[in-house]
């Protein structure tokens, strides 16, 4: 059995930082891609920025610059440090990984897992 659990977020006022972590446990035989998602009221879930078991990082239009991702190989976990934080930031944050299991490790079968999500708030 594969978890991520996610630690971080908050309440924050504009202009701050708050930094999200995620660490994935159980029979993992590789982790591939990792990511954060938000999902803000109302609206969908979307792309926060990912990175690849190589270090390739992807981030939204919204997050350049401000957001940054990265990853511990070593410790199964990801990171988000989100700086310049704006109201419209405020949204559940999930971290996402695509894992290959040790139970699926023959046919290199990928799972898309995710975290149980953190609420960041950024609010005067």
């Known amino acids: 059995q594969v978890k991520l659990v996610e630690s971080g977020g908050g309440m924050v006022q504009p202009g701050g930082s708050l930094g999200l972590s995620c660490a994935a446990s159980?029979?993992?035989?590789?982790?591939?891609?990792m990511g954060w998602y938000r999902q803000a009221p109302g609206k969908q879930r979307e792309l926060v920025a990912a990175?690849?078991?190589?270090?390739?990082?992807n981030y939204a239009d919204s997050a350049k610059g401000r957001f940054t991702i990265s990853r511990d190989n070593a410790k199964n976990t990801v990171y988000l440090q989100m700086n310049s934080l704006k109201p419209e930031d405020t949204a559940v944050y999930y971290c996402?990984?695509?894992?290959?299991?040790?139970?699926?490790?023959?046919?290199?079968?990928?799972?898309?897992?995710w975290g149980q999500g953190t609420q960041v708030i950024v609010s005067p």
């Open positions: 990175i690849t078991s190589g270090g390739s990082t």
């Open positions: 996402n990984s695509k894992i290959i299991s040790n139970r699926d490790a023959l046919f290199a079968r990928e799972v898309d897992y």
């Open positions: 159980g029979s993992i035989f590789r982790i591939n891609a």
